[in-house]
């Protein structure tokens, strides 16, 4: 099973052969679904436009998308949307959902975890992101926005996400109860992780990080670290917790 944009999974026989989308169908259920969207200080209109093709335009904050019909079922037909009123909903709720970051949401409620810096999942970086329930999405700074302000404020809002630590042997796991990402936000101050390491019984000498965002995060001495990168199947990066603090902004 895949994640998908939309929120979902499909498997693998219907992301092989997608059944296709229907942009009547898309409008309909669009139609019905957009009215009852209710967040503060959201916007979604449904533009129809006769001989010209209709649009979702989503206006929130400083942040304007609008968004061909024909493009989205295109785009929902890709990932594998089942083409029923109820999967074509879900999905166009999910999209909702994942719309872009606004700066004001970053400043007020943003949070900066490490995720990757690069598709080849090679290198990472510091991020905000905001959650919306069980997501934590990107923020994308606008050309107007204070990044160093927002940036700050992410990463002291950091301390206060609620993780839980596990200790097993001379291993600790950091996670997040529903958010994966969210436990990388634990690493934004390490000399504080370092403490509540120490208190947990651990030794502290030669910690490092072995990070796979999106996922736990495991702290071990640097040889244990190893091993653990070795054996997951996933990319993953190992550090030495003193170079945390020396990660870019993404």
Known sequence: ??????????????????????????????????????????????????????????????????????DLADDMTHDGVTPT????????????????????????????????????QVAIGRRVVVRRGEVALPWTPSPTADVPAIRAAAADRAADVPLDLRVEGPVALWSHESVPVLATSVL???????????????????????VTPHRPVACAGAGIAARLAGETPEASVTLPWSRLAELPWL
């Open 1 to 70: 099973m895949t994640d998908l944009r939309f929120g979902g999974s499909a498997g693998l026989l219907q992301r092989l052969r997608p059944t296709r989308i229907d942009v009547a169908d898309l409008l309909d259920v669009a139609d019905r679904l957009l009215p009852t969207v209710s967040v503060p200080g959201l916007r979604v209109d449904l533009v129809q436009r006769p001989g010209a093709g209709s649009l979702i335009v989503v206006q929130e904050d400083e942040r304007t998308v609008r968004v061909a019909l024909a």
């Open 85 to 120: 009123p109820t999967g074509i909903a879900a999905a166009l709720a999910a999209w909702i959902v994942r719309r872009p970051v606004t700066d004001v949401q970053a400043a007020r409620t943003g949070v900066a975890v490490l995720d990757w810096a690069d598709r080849r």
């Open 188 to 210: 934004m101050a390490p000399e504080r992780m370092l403490g509540r390491l120490a208190a947990a019984g651990l030794e502290t000498a030669g910690m490092h990080v072995v």
